[in-house]
């Protein structure tokens, strides 16, 4: 099937990707826990999957990477996520890689716990979820900062 653009006739590359799909985060097993009858699970997981774009859960993917390493370098544990271990997620990706941090800009962390959400969800844990003022501030102040460097904490402009 030909898609048409301004009058050309443009056939999707074999390696195209589609935007969204039915088979990425949630599963049956992201509503196990909540007794629902069998019959919805299915429909459930599927729509839930096409709720974010392919591009957007591989971003999740990332920053559920993360989880395990921040887990692994602080001993913390994440699910479902409070306060104290979003902070620590937090302080994990800003601080600097000589610290043994993953010296991400505010941009990328942004990004990252806004995945959170979805990731928490898609482990069963549906509780609402609250994003913390200390939170939007660290970040405001992340980005207003710079990147970490080695002297002084500010890298030379």
Do not use: C
């Amino acid at each position: 099937m030909s898609v048409t653009n301004a009058g050309i006739g443009i056939e999707p590359s074999a390696d195209a990707v589609e935007k969204y799909s039915s088979n990425r985060g949630f599963s049956l097993e992201t509503f196990g826990d909540l007794e629902l009858p069998q019959m919805v699970v299915g429909p459930l997981a599927e729509a839930g999957n096409f709720s974010v774009a392919a591009t957007m859960w591989a971003s999740y993917a990332t920053a559920e990477h993360h989880i395990s390493r921040v887990d692994k370098a602080t001993g913390v544990e994440f699910f479902p996520f409070d306060l104290r271990s979003l902070l620590v997620y937090v302080g994990y990706l800003l601080a600097a890689k000589e610290s043994n941090g993953r010296g991400l800009k505010e941009k990328s962390v942004e990004k990252y716990v806004s995945g959170l959400r979805l990731i928490q969800m898609r482990k069963g844990f549906f509780e609402p979820w609250v994003r913390h003022e200390i939170i939007k501030q660290i970040l405001r102040g992340a980005a207003n900062r710079g990147p970490i460097g080695k002297e002084n904490g500010r890298k030379e402009k």
